[in-house]
């Protein structure tokens, strides 16, 4: 087994990789306590500028690196499982070297945290003082019965309603665990005991993984009969799979057109070959139908990983899934770093999600990433999504991934009408607001009066945007960053959206001294007080960060489900994957809304979310209609997702991109630099375009250096941004360049952070 084989390292040193802004590798010493007990992958503690750092041994060293006369030794060994497995660690080195990021901080990024107070439990001898004399260090391990049936009849054998009733769960189910149970059953333990001594049940003792996506108990549900489309897709993902040599899909179908029937049917075919599968979705959060849609396929193996885990929990999902046990990862972003023990598969659903980049620290395209780990494991790697990103769709049709199609809906349900709404013409509606046009005004009272459910979508969290002084015109604008605040009328709250800076509302202005003051533009929190206002009757709710966290999410989703809701209003939250046949109607409140972003990719942002939200109607028997309203009716972006044309968009897309020589026509490296002052964040953002024209490459205009200049946020957090953006048609030239210019800054350019940010978004 490729997962598990890690063996020993004999050297008397080892290099270790630490979570230091430096690009290179540490050696240390082995003291002979700690000789044979280390691995590749393992995480140490040592001393690091006389602090002590967590760090993972990468290797093993027979002597010093040159001009090292002495090493310090490993401190001390902080788990005693190596945390990455081999197939791991050569993937995240990979990722290191291509986005040119201090390996030691890719690993930080991708382990699990380090297990609470473990610094502190280390003995002189570098090993753990074991954790059962610690008190409370066990308490959240969770031990349950695994429930089955064994399958013999029940025939002539007379059972009590409770014993019925559980050999009828057992019947749809391969198995059950004991705490679903409870809830349907008394005392479930005493039925599962009576069950086993008649012969007609079985159970194992399990270790067991507590959380909030496990609690709702399933019903294992039989696959459909798949349409002749998810066939032939399913058919070729298949043979991939079987040839394990890393081959690469996109899988591009409609809203609705049954992909992930598609990628239940590849897990279901990896599982079989005793392969495991790792599913990476654009926000776990959003996602509970179709965690639960993967537990009625597979039963509770899954491991769901998101942020609502405990370390505690975190850390039961990665040992189940490094050992093996469960070969099944759901999650966001990070997932992409699970130690699905043997990959066979890794899927990535609504591949175009920007929240697959992560923007912070290690700077990654999980998308990107997971074609890379796939192809390192060779694995099969399946893209999916309606409206695919333009460099995937490019990538398919220049032959280097395989297109799949899915054309049609799945159910045999028709695309919906769209009704574009030129709010340059119709302005107010009959309630007076202006988000609330005639046309959409009509169309939500029809659905109400139907029975059905709508969607109601705006970009834009809070009641008002921003708020200006009514005396003096000045935009109230947070104090650490370049932004102006937002008004939250429910918390009677100014809140900047990038820092958590926030203050009361009625503040007299800083520049007159005023306490008046007008709104600017809208906010969800507007639209359905709006909503409310014309449609007393209807039940609204609303879904965006402020109402949404944690379980929050579910329970708005859960009263929609179960038709609790009439009218749901929220930011891009509700465009993402939600399967509700009820919901009959869709609007878009402003279209425009993410055209306005300094951004080459503005335009396909907005077809990508109007396709998306347009596609949450009349998924089921009952036609659907989306009411776009806009103020560019004309725009390709809005013109070909009222249309559901991808294809055509993706061919004037591709155009343009062609004609300015913008992504996947060059590749670009954007080069970040901050300071608390504004003056340090220019000046090192000038070294480092000074440095960069020193270079060949530059001088011959094959790589063009565009700024420095103030980043689109001057000043964040209280700090100051200043960017270099480095583009190219020649990928190697242009790492060569990036690489001149971290090499610059691991001189060191002080008091400025600077940080390299390859394939920025
Ligand atoms: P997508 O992921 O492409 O948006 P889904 O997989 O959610 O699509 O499928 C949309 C709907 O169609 C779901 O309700 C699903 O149960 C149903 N569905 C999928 N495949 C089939 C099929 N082969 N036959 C009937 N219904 C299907
Ligand atoms: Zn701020």
Redesign the pocket.
């Known amino acids: 087994m490729s997962g598990s084989a890690s063996e020993s390292i004999i050297s008397p040193y080892v290099e270790v990789a630490l979570p230091v802004p430096l690009r290179k590798l540490f050696t240390y010493d082995v003291p002979s306590g700690l000789r044979g007990s280390l691995q590749r992958g393992s995480r140490v503690a040592v001393s690091f500028s006389r602090r002590k750092l967590a760090g993972f041994v990468v290797g093993g060293r027979e002597d010093l690196p040159q001009g090292v006369a002495r090493a310090l030794p490993v401190a001390g060994l902080l788990e005693p499982e190596p945390v990455f497995t081999p197939e791991l660690l050569r993937f995240l080195d990979q990722a290191a070297k291509y986005y040119m990021h201090p390996l030691g901080e890719v690993l930080r990024a991708a382990a699990p945290a380090l297990p609470a107070g473990a610094m502190r439990r280390l003995r002189a001898d570098g090993f753990l003082e074991a954790s059962e004399n610690l008190p409370g260090q066990r308490v959240a391990r969770h031990r349950t019965w695994k429930v089955s049936a064994t399958g013999r009849g029940a025939a002539g054998i007379r059972l009590g309603a409770r014993q019925r009733k559980l050999m009828e769960r057992l019947a749809n189910r391969e198995s059950i665990l004991l705490e679903e149970l409870r809830g349907e059953l008394k005392d479930p333990r005493a039925v599962v005991r009576s069950l086993v001594d008649k012969g007609l049940a079985e159970f194992e003792e399990v270790e067991a993984i507590r959380d909030p996506f496990f609690r709702a108990p399933v019903t294992r549900a039989a696959p ?4 002749a489309a ?1 066939q032939l897709a399913i058919d070729a993902i298949r043979e991939a799979i079987e040839k394990r040599a890393g081959e690469a899909f996109l899988l591009h ?11 239940l049917r590849a897990i279901d075919e990896v599982r079989k070959q005793s392969l495991g599968a790792l599913l990476l979705v654009p926000e776990i959060a959003l996602t509970p139908q179709l965690v639960g ?1 993967f537990r009625a396929r597979f039963g509770d193996d899954i491991a769901v990983l998101h942020s609502g885990l405990t370390a505690r929990q975190r850390d039961d999902a990665w040992q189940a899934l490094r050992r093996g046990r469960v070969q099944v990862a759901i999650g966001a972003r990070s997932a992409l770093f699970a130690p699905v023990a043997d990959l066979g598969l890794i899927v990535v ?1 609504e591949e175009h999600d920007p929240s697959f980049k992560q923007d912070e620290g290690f700077r990654y395209h999980a998308r990107d990433m997971a074609l890379l780990r796939a192809q390192y494991a060779r694995a099969v790697c399946v893209l ?1 999504s ?1 409206t695919p990103s333009v460099e995937t769709y490019h990538r398919a049709t220049r032959g280097r991934i395989r297109l799949l199609s ?1 054309p049609t ?4 349900a028709n695309m919906p009408d769209v009704e574009i709404v030129d709010l340059r013409r119709h302005r107010t509606g009959p309630t007076g607001h202006p988000l609330l046009s005639g046309p959409l005004h009509a169309a939500i009272g029809e659905c109400l009066d139907t029975g059905h459910q709508a969607i109601l979508f705006l970009n834009r969290r809070g009641f008002a945007p921003s708020v200006r002084c009514a005396g003096c015109g000045a935009v109230a604008e947070c104090p650490a960053c370049s932004v102006a605040l937002t008004e939250h009328r429910g918390q009677g709250a100014l809140r900047c959206h990038y820092c958590d800076f926030h203050r009361a509302v009625a503040v007299p202005c800083a520049c007159c001294g005023c306490t008046e003051y007008k709104r600017l533009g809208v906010g969800t929190e507007q639209l359905e007080t709006a909503v409310r206002e014309s449609f007393p009757k209807a039940r609204v709710a609303r879904l965006d960060r402020d109402t949404a966290s944690g379980d929050g999410v579910e329970a708005v989703l859960a009263r929609l489900r179960s038709g609790n809701v009439d009218v749901l209003v929220g930011t891009q939250m509700v465009t993402k ?1 939600h ?1 509700i ?1 009820a919901v009959t109607l869709v609007g878009v409140a402003l279209a425009d809304q993410s055209l306005a972003f300094p951004d080459f990719r503005a335009s396909e942002r907005t077809f990508q979310l109007l396709a998306q939200v347009a ?1 949450r109607a009349g ?2 028997d009952t036609h659907g209609k989306v009411v776009l309203q806009t103020y560019q009716p004309d725009h390709p972006a809005v013109r070909l997702a009222a249309q559901h044309d991808y294809e055509s968009f993706y061919a004037e897309e591709i155009q343009a991109r062609k004609e300015v020589g913008y992504p996947p026509f060059a590749r670009l490296v954007a080069v970040r630099v901050h300071a608390g002052a504004e003056a340090d964040a220019r000046r090192a953002a000038q070294v480092l375009a000074d440095t960069a024209h020193q270079h060949q490459a530059v001088q011959d205009g094959v790589v063009q250096v565009l700024g420095p200049a103030p980043a689109p946020l001057l000043r964040l957090r209280g700090r100051y941004h200043y960017r270099l953006l480095l583009k190219s048609p020649d990928r190697k030239l242009l790492r060569n360049v990036a690489a001149h210019l971290a090499a610059r800054i691991d001189q060191g350019l002080p008091p400025t952070h600077a940080t390299l940010d390859v394939d920025p978004l």
């Open positions: 459909p009969v798949p349409t998810q179908g409609v809203t609705g057109s049954g992909k992930t029937e598609v990628y849609r659903d999916g309606a899915l809906r799945a159910t045999g994957g399967d046949a596609g998924r089921a």
